[in-house]
């Protein structure tokens, strides 16, 4: 298995929870969280070694009173990049939020506050979006005279759809509270904390097995990508692997058995 040396990590603060679910917490509160060069390459690092280094699952997080306020426009700004240098800086990007969705890792956003521009392509990377009431979501990059670039264009387009997502660039227009639920921004809202909400979601995640869990937070994504007719085989392919894993016959037998939970409604 791969180690994840967290003395490397700066801009990420790590932190272990016995149960295997790892807390990522973006640390430059005072920069809410934008995202620079280095916080990029830590999220790559993290998220590429993560599938091999038995992380169950991951709490994602941002510290102090907002999630993430997008690309660091500072250092963009004062970098004053050439087109081929932002391209990389974007490929990048790419790097980090494809590792996160298609890496098999369980990854359950902790949402405050600000989640926008380069956030909002943090959090929708992720598997779950958890929110709290101070949380809105928008994409301001149309009124800084930007364009998205890492991966809103994909992510935030297939949640809330293409219509939706042109109004919020050509708008500026902020959706917060249930209404951002219901339009699949976050698939919870709570009352209290975001944070507390998304550790026990990570927690009952990290309980499955984890090459389950790998094909749920791999397989679904992909098989977004092919013809229904591609998805259909590596669907089978991934079922086949799966569903006859030797881990699994302990949890048939107790089906079986029947000392196994049912499945019933919400009381
Ligand atoms: C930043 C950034 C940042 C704050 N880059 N430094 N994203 C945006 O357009 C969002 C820009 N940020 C904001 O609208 C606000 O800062 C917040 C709503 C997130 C927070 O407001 P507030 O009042 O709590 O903080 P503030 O006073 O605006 O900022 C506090 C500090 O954080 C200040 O630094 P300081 O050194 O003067 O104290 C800000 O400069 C700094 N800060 N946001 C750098 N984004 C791959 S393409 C992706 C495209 C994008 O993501 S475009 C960015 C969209």
Wanted: with cysteine.
């Amino acid at each position: 298995a791969a180690q994840i040396d967290i003395s490397r990590f700066k801009n990420l603060a790590l932190d272990t929870q016995d149960d295997g679910v790892w807390v990522v917490t973006i640390d430059r509160p005072k920069k809410r969280n934008a995202l620079d060069i280095d916080t990029i390459e830590e999220l790559v690092d993290f998220f590429s070694l993560a599938p091999r280094a038995g992380v169950k699952a991951v709490v994602l997080a941002g510290s102090g009173d907002h999630f993430c306020a997008g690309l660091d426009l500072i250092e963009h700004h004062d970098a004053d990049r050439s087109p081929a240098d932002f391209m990389h800086v974007c490929l990048r990007w790419h790097e980090a939020f494809n590792k996160m969705e298609y890496g098999g890792v369980p990854i359950f956003a902790a949402l405050q506050g600000a989640v926008v521009g380069g956030g909002l392509e943090l959090a929708s990377s992720a598997h779950v979006r958890v929110m709290d009431q101070t949380c809105y979501f928008a994409l301001p990059e149309g009124q800084r005279g930007l364009f998205t670039g890492g991966g809103a264009t994909i992510r935030v387009a297939d949640l809330v759809g293409k219509s939706r997502m042109i109004d919020m660039m050509l708008t500026g227009r902020v959706y917060q509270g249930q209404e951002a639920v219901d339009l699949g921004l976050a698939q919870y809202i709570v009352e209290g904390s975001s944070f507390d909400k998304a550790m026990e979601l990570a927690r009952k995640a990290a309980q499955n097995l984890p090459l389950t869990n790998f094909a749920i937070c791999s397989a679904i994504s992909h098989m977004q990508n092919m013809s229904a007719f591609d998805a259909a085989y590596a669907e089978a392919v991934v079922a086949g692997v799966v569903n006859t894993q030797p881990d699994a016959r302990a949890r048939l037998a107790a089906f079986a058995d029947k000392s196994a939970a049912r499945v019933r409604p919400n009381s």
